[in-house]
């Protein structure tokens, strides 16, 4: 299999395979690439329906002549634990902040996230984000705040009474019913403005459409989340409790 960056042809190949509607498997076959660099280099470049081979090209030249020769920044991160291999890390855990950056969120908060999350005690002090993420503590504060606001990550106190970032099974539920409740002010201020427009009206009658939809989904939303949240408790393998 061969390693280093992508050509130029390579990149043509993938563009082509993407407007052949081809999966990234079978793309990364064909180049003889692992899977998860296909995936990265279109999700960093656009996406598959916006991914061109020329400018991809581009944008990693301009990307490493920024880098140029690294020095080094202080004490590296730990290698990875239960044998993993440690490239294969380093590339799933890009390929995973690619995904979070290109669904909204920042790319700081992105790369807390991924850095949490790809933990086994899913912990990490500041200290430990800036060592893993080779930034400044300033740049940590600032994404764990971020993040923590919007409660996809939380707070405590370790023995030594520093203060750890936690993702845990709990905060997807939470930032759903989170997620739902904020609806509840949009719902609030549309069904207002039916009263300021005038019942029957286009305008009114759009904002009411709009207060019954959020309604209806934040509702949904919030049930579902309910009656899935056990499975965030649930080793794989392990049959759900109405199995026969």
Not at 198 to 226: H, M, Q, Y
Request: with cysteine; aromatic share 4%.
């Amino acid at each position: 299999m061969p390693g280093g960056r992508l050509t130029q042809q390579e990149r043509q190949q993938i563009a082509t395979g993407l407007a052949d509607g081809l999966a990234y498997a079978e793309i990364a076959r064909r180049l003889d690439r692992p899977t998860s660099t296909i995936t990265r280099e279109v999700m960093r470049n656009g996406g598959p329906a916006s991914y061109r081979a020329d400018l991809a090209h581009r944008a990693t030249e301009r990307r490493t002549q920024r880098r140029g020769p690294a020095a080094p920044r202080g004490p590296q991160a730990p290698p990875p634990a239960h044998g993993r291999d440690a490239g294969a890390v380093r590339e799933y855990e890009e390929m995973f902040t690619t995904v979070l950056i290109q669904a909204g969120t920042p790319k700081m908060m992105a790369r807390v996230m991924a850095c949490l999350y790809l933990t086994d005690a899913g912990s990490l002090t500041a200290s430990e984000l800036v060592q893993r993420l080779q930034v400044s503590p300033a740049s940590i504060s600032k994404a764990v705040a971020f993040l923590e606001d919007q409660g996809l990550v939380r707070r405590e106190r370790d023995e030594r009474r520093r203060d750890r970032y936690v993702v845990d099974d709990d905060v997807w539920f939470q930032a759903m019913i989170a997620s739902a409740r904020a609806n509840e002010r949009i719902i609030e201020t549309a069904r207002q403005g039916v009263g300021v427009l005038g019942a029957g009206t286009p305008a009114a009658v759009r904002l009411e459409n709009i207060a019954r939809f959020l309604d209806f989904v934040s509702e949904s939303l919030t049930r579902a989340a309910e009656q899935a949240r056990e499975v965030l408790h649930t080793k794989p393998g392990t049959p759900p409790d109405d199995a026969p």
